[in-house]
């Protein structure tokens, strides 16, 4: 016998701010392996013996990763910090992902770094001024969801998902 819920038993209402931005650190901590051991399957598949050869297409294998990863995921519903945190991603009826939505949603989930990454290079910032325009948008987006009718960040208003709180099922 399962013991998963069905998705459309779950009442659709968003965790709060906090528990999905500790998500996110919590992600961000376990995508550091897989970043590693891809890493070092480029490097050594590419023969790369110096960080600075093959950066770009370094960059690339591990957005394409970062890609799958996300997208499989998501596309069962969790990763291991969401299922840590009791969130779950589903579309905006309460459904499962399929995998091509799941894709869309990490694709606008650059939103998250891409405008910060760009004021960087346009302005070629320092270190600590690079960490404060990260930090820095990293909150406004984060706070930006105050502003959604459901609470939800807008990368996923415009992937047509959500994410939802799911209590753990007591056996």
Not at 136 to 144: N, Q, T
């Amino acid at each position: 016998m399962s013991d998963r819920v069905p998705v459309s038993s779950i009442p659709l209402i968003a965790p709060s701010l906090r528990r999905r931005l500790a998500c996110l650190l919590y992600e961000g901590l376990l995508l550091f392996g897989v970043f590693f051991v891809a890493a070092y399957l480029f490097g050594t598949l590419s023969q790369t013996r110096n960080a600075m050869n093959n950066r770009n297409a370094l960059q690339a294998f591990l957005f394409v990763v970062f890609g799958i990863y996300f997208t499989w995921f998501w596309s069962r519903g969790q990763t291991l910090a969401m299922k840590t945190w009791h969130i779950r991603l589903v579309d905006t009826k309460g459904r499962s992902l399929t995998q091509w939505r799941a894709l869309g949603r990490y694709l606008l989930s650059w939103f998250w770094f891409l405008p910060p990454l760009a004021v960087i290079d346009l302005f070629h910032l320092s270190g600590q001024e690079s960490a404060v325009i990260v930090v820095g948008w990293i909150a406004v987006w984060a706070v930006l969801s105050r502003f959604h009718p459901q609470q939800q960040f807008w990368h996923d208003a415009l992937a047509g998902t959500r994410l939802i709180s799911c209590a753990p099922v007591k056996r």
